[in-house]
C-alpha cells in the first residue's frame, strides 16, 4: 500500500471477512457493522448494518474513518 493511506486502511486490508465493527467518522459513530470486503484499489470497505437499519449495505473510503474498533 502507498504512504498516503491510513492505519485504518491497513487494519482493512487484514481483517477477516464477518468481524463486527464500531466506525468513528468525525463525530459520528456506526456501530455494529459487520466488515465484508476490502479494495485495495479504490480504498473502499464494505460493511452490513445488523442492527440499526438491518440489512442495509455501507460502503466507505478506509481513508475517512478516523478510527476502528474491532468487537
Not at 6 to 17: A, T
Not at 53 to 70: F, K, M, N, S, Y
Amino acid at each position: 500500500m502507498s504512504r498516503d493511506h491510513k492505519c485504518v486502511c491497513d487494519q482493512l486490508e487484514r481483517l477477516q471477512p464477518g468481524t463486527q465493527v464500531d466506525i468513528f467518522l468525525n463525530g459520528n459513530v456506526l456501530e455494529d457493522l459487520i466488515f465484508t470486503n476490502f479494495n485495495l484499489d479504490t480504498f473502499c470497505a464494505t460493511f452490513v448494518d445488523v442492527e440499526t437499519e438491518t440489512g442495509t449495505i455501507i460502503v466507505l473510503d478506509c481513508r475517512d474513518i478516523q478510527a476502528l474498533r474491532i468487537e
